[in-house]
């Protein structure tokens, strides 16, 4: 190991004792600055990416828009703008971090993901804009605000729906699968488990339909939203893991710094070796070694990021149960302890010198 590195390994193993110590201390009860109006400099929201498609060969229909109204004609045929992202951005009226904060959600899933918690409490949005970030929260191609396509023309698949239990056990919160029961009081939840299970119905009504043919749709849109607002930090979970590894790739000169919550996608490998610039943390849960897919997902990722380590990139993993904390589930933005998880990937950006 050469010296530099070794320097680096001593560096990174006092930075994850500290978050382990504040991940001990960081359930103390909520201070002036969480309990304070949140003050912004500015908010909106736009639209970006897509491309033209012409549709032709359907047939025209005779539409009743509205009960007691006039049918009109709709030609399905001719040119739709398709695959553009909703963006939403929030400005902190007192910037401390040097860079954006981006939040990409993963499968089935949009931006909500970091917004209220299915038990009401604030998410990372607000953990984050209150810590002066600047953040910029994205529903991704085809999903909530930045719509769809009903033809194959344009998605080459259905949908993916799912069940009101399938999260519940594939999602590290029910005890695998037969977990999940509609009574509530009937469902195995894993022993000591920190996701608000009584709120679980409304992280349900969260869920939205999903395509498994939009990947470079998606990566595209991501594209363009980082040379539109970047030098920046991307925050990615699970699927999206796939789309900032990606775009980190293309332009690791703009994506200053990578945050991988649970990915459950990778990069391009042959590209791997590029993101030795690009800072990168990864997160992971509890439960994990009694999963039937996650350990050979955390095995993978972990592993994709070997080329940039060995070119001296910064790759730090924190695995959450190994520092003390435990219960978290695959959606730990949501847990109990969301903050303190928040409070951990805060840490680590003050030592990369993005934050204070």
């Known amino acids: 190991m050469r010296v530099s590195q070794a320097i680096h390994a001593l560096l990174a193993g006092v930075m994850l004792a500290t978050l382990a110590i504040r991940g001990a201390v960081a359930q103390a009860p909520a201070g002036p ?24 060969g359907k047939p025209v229909k005779e539409v009743l828009f509205t009960p007691g109204g006039v049918p009109a004609k709709v030609d399905p045929n001719g040119v739709y703008l398709v695959e553009s992202m909703y963006v939403q951005y929030f400005l902190a009226a007192k910037r401390r971090a040097k860079l954006p904060l981006l939040m990409w959600h993963g499968g089935g899933l949009t931006g909500v993901t970091y917004e209220t918690t299915p038990d009401g409490r604030e998410g990372w949005l607000n953990y984050f804009v209150r810590r002066g970030y ?8 085809e999903r909530g605000r930045s719509g769809w396509s009903m033809y194959p023309d344009i998605f080459p698949s259905e949908p993916v729906f799912l069940t009101r239990a399938n999260p519940f056990e594939r999602f590290r919160i029910g005890a695998g699968a037969g977990s999940y029961d509609p009574d509530p009081s009937k469902r195995k939840v894993l022993p000591g488990s ?76 042959d590209q791997a070796a590029k993101l030795k610039d690009v800072a990168t943390l990864s997160i992971y849960g509890d439960f994990i070694d009694q999963d039937a897919r996650w350990p050979a997902i955390r095995k993978g990722g972990i592993a994709f990021l070997d080329p940039a380590k060995a070119q001296g990139g910064i790759v730090d993993v924190i695995d959450l149960p190994a520092i003390g904390i435990k219960g978290n589930s695959h959606m730990m933005m949501m847990d109990k302890n969301s903050d303190v998880i928040a409070g951990l990937i805060h840490d680590w950006l003050i030592k990369r010198g993005i934050a204070e």
Request: charged residues 20%.
């Open 134 to 141: 600047d953040i910029y929260n994205s529903d991704a191609v």
């Open 194 to 269: 920190q996701f608000p299970v009584e709120a679980y119905d409304n992280f349900v009504r969260q869920n939205v339909p999903r395509w498994t043919s939009t990947d470079k749709a998606i990566t595209a849109a991501y594209l363009q939203l980082v040379e539109k607002v970047c030098p920046c930090v991307v925050l990615v979970h699970s699927q999206a893991g796939q789309f900032g590894l990606r775009v980190a790739e293309a332009r690791p000169d703009l994506v200053r710094a990578l945050v991988l919550v649970e990915p459950a996608g990778l990069g391009d490998k």
């Open 33 to 56: 600055l969480e309990t304070a109006p949140i003050a912004l400099r500015g908010m909106g929201s736009f639209h970006i990416g897509g491309r033209s498609v012409e549709v032709s």
